[in-house]
């Protein structure tokens, strides 16, 4: 990497709050790249695994502990120290304070949840660059006072003292304490400006990117792809590599990536595992084709796949299961093709950055639990011989979206809907057999062929059919039935981290419903799902 411009970021030290995520989000939203890193992560430890990146500042995130806690987590002494920006919000905040000398008790009968006016102080000009955090934000009224903003507070602790040197930008009613400012760019917010009940909060963090920090905002589509490619370029080498392919975006994005890395030295493998929707094998192979100029090799592995899920009910353990096939299958074909071609090294995935942290498996980035194994992650198995190369693992998925465009990818690849690597057999609930499978891919498509028809495919973000275990009775043509209930879960969400369920029309489920239990053999019910993501998740598994 050595004779790259080194790319400008925000490293955001995450202390476990809700909203760290969101922190990364609004920062790359303003075309500067961020990473989440875990709290403990030390000065020295970013230099040495974060040397391609121009550290530009720090953002302590909010947390659920309290500073004066003895196991409450810190931050490294280095950090704060390091001559570089560094925004505390909430946790953070009162961190910063705590560790440069000030001091942070609980706020007793002054805890803010909520809405809350603050008053900026005009005292805090003699902080510098700190200062210019509210640049521009509050305008002065006729009487010449009450420069004040509406933000959202969660808090039950104060700083009650300010470290040596700091001083104070604004207070709220309950709290004197409510911005501060030190030297060198230090601030401390007690508010959280990343959440849209801030309503200036994006401009407050715009002043601290480009006012306190200095960055540029050239993070685009465009200079991700140099990067990655070159990246990629580096890490790969003169070796071969083989790319997990599934027809859906992420898959393509990656594969295109490398291919412009290594050309043909890149050959993309579709495993059709038996638990493909309908018609979905021959579909990818077909569009593959006609876009995409990579050799393609489709794999009938159907019989293993089916083998090895025989009985199985567990959702960890049907995942665990996937994942290990999936990567066996990987390492056939490469010794296959090597025999061809040469040796085959690398196994390129479209991994993103929420399968990571669901997973929080292999090196995740947070301090998050585990909420299910995604295949491709948390279910690979220990002894691999293929490295992977994930050009994706730190982006969501709209902005592999927006790099799948200034590829060129075809907009109906770019916009279908996600689906997972485990496909129906998490979604078939219980044990998976071809019967099942053969009733949940019917209903499946008629559900789709229905969102399609009603031209609201594209503003559902994901929509699916599930074959639940439960039994119901039902009365057809006069007789009693005894059958199967399918669930219909269909959905809204930006980065498929949160989600809401789409209110889809009365009519149309109507439709969906109807067409199900006349034309699908086994099932006399049909449900509609209206949980959102938390509590439930997208998937039923
Ligand atoms: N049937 C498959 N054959 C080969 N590789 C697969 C298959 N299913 C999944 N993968 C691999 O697992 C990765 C993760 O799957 P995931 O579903 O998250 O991504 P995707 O299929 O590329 O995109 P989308 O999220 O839009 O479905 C894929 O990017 C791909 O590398
Ligand atoms: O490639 C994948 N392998 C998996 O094991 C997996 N599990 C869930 N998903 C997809 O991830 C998104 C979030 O799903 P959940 O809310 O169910 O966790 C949704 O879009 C899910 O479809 C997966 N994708
Ligand atoms: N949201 C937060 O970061 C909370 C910080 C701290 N636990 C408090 O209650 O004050
Ligand atoms: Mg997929």
Redesign the pocket.
């Known amino acids: 990497m050595s004779n790259h411009v080194r790319r400008q970021a925000i490293v955001v030290l995450d202390f476990g709050s809700q909203y760290s995520r969101l922190i990364a989000r609004r920062i790359r939203e303003n075309h500067v790249y961020s990473e989440l890193v875990p709290a403990e992560t030390t000065l020295e430890q970013l230099q040495r695994e974060k040397a391609h990146l121009d550290i530009r500042g720090f953002i302590l995130s909010g947390g659920p502990a309290s500073v004066y806690d003895a196991q409450a987590p810190r931050c490294d002494p280095a950090i704060l120290q390091s001559g570089l920006p560094v925004l505390g919000i909430c946790y953070g905040m009162q961190l910063l304070a705590h560790q440069l000398g000030g001091h942070v008790a609980p706020a007793r009968g002054r805890r803010e949840y909520g809405p809350a006016t603050i008053e900026l102080q005009s005292a805090a000009s003699d902080q510098g660059r700190a200062a210019e955090i509210f640049a521009g934000l509050a305008q002065t009224d006729m009487a010449g006072k009450g420069r004040s903003l509406k933000v959202w507070m969660s808090h039950g602790d104060s700083v009650d003292q300010l470290p040596p040197g700091f001083s104070v930008l604004a207070r709220s009613e309950s709290n004197p304490c409510a911005a501060i400012a030190g030297p060198g760019g230090l601030i401390g917010l007690q508010f959280h400006p990343e959440v849209t009940h801030t309503p200036q909060g994006r401009e407050i963090l715009r002043n601290f990117l480009f006012r306190v920090c200095d960055c540029r905002a050239d993070w685009t589509p465009g200079s991700v792809i140099d990067e990655t490619v070159a990246q990629i370029r580096n890490r790969v080498g003169e070796a071969r590599a083989i790319?997990?392919?599934?027809?859906?975006?992420?898959?393509?994005?990656?594969a295109l990536l490398v291919h412009r890395a290594i050309g043909e030295r890149l050959t993309c493998?579709?495993?059709?595992?038996g638990c493909?929707r309908a018609g979905e094998p021959e579909q990818?192979v077909e569009t593959f084709s006609r876009h995409l100029h990579i050799p393609l090799i489709a794999?009938d592995a159907r019989q293993r796949f089916l083998a090895r899920l025989e009985g199985v009910t567990d959702p960890e353990q049907k995942r665990k299961i996937i994942g290990e096939e999936?990567i066996r299958?990987?390492e056939e074909e490469a010794l296959r093709l090597a025999q061809e071609q040469g040796p085959i090294s690398f196994l390129?995935?479209?991994?993103?950055y929420p399968?990571v942290i669901e997973s929080a498996g292999r090196d995740t980035a947070s301090t998050a639990t585990r909420i299910k194994t995604?295949?491709?992650v948390g279910g690979l198995p220990e002894e691999m011989t293929l490295q992977l190369v994930e050009p994706?693992r730190w982006l969501f998925?709209d902005e592999v979206r927006e790099i799948g465009l200034a590829l060129g990818l075809p907009e109906e690849w770019v916009w279908?809907?996600?689906?997972?690597?485990?496909?129906l057999a998490i979604r078939v609930i219980g044990a998976v057999d071809e019967q099942r499978l053969e009733t949940l891919r019917a209903a499946d498509a008629i559900l789709i062929e229905e969102l399609r028809r009603a031209g609201l495919y594209r503003q559902v973000s994901q929509a699916f059919a599930v074959l639940t275990p439960v039994r119901s009775v039902g009365v057809m043509g006069d007789g009693r039935t005894y059958a199967q209930v399918v669930a219909l879960r269909a959905v809204t969400t930006e980065d498929?981290m949160t989600a809401d369920w789409a209110r889809l029309p009365y009519d149309l489920l109507t439709r969906v419903a109807n067409r199900i239990v006349n034309e699908v053999p086994g099932v006399n019910r049909v449900v509609y799902d209206i949980t959102s993501k938390p509590p439930a998740t997208i998937e039923w598994e």
């Open positions: 790319c997990a392919l599934s027809g859906g975006v992420d898959s393509a994005v990656a493998v579709f495993v059709d595992t493909m990818v794999v999936f299958v990987f390129v995935q479209g991994t993103l399968d995604h295949h491709n994706l998925k279908r809907h996600p689906f997972p690597g485990p496909g498929f």
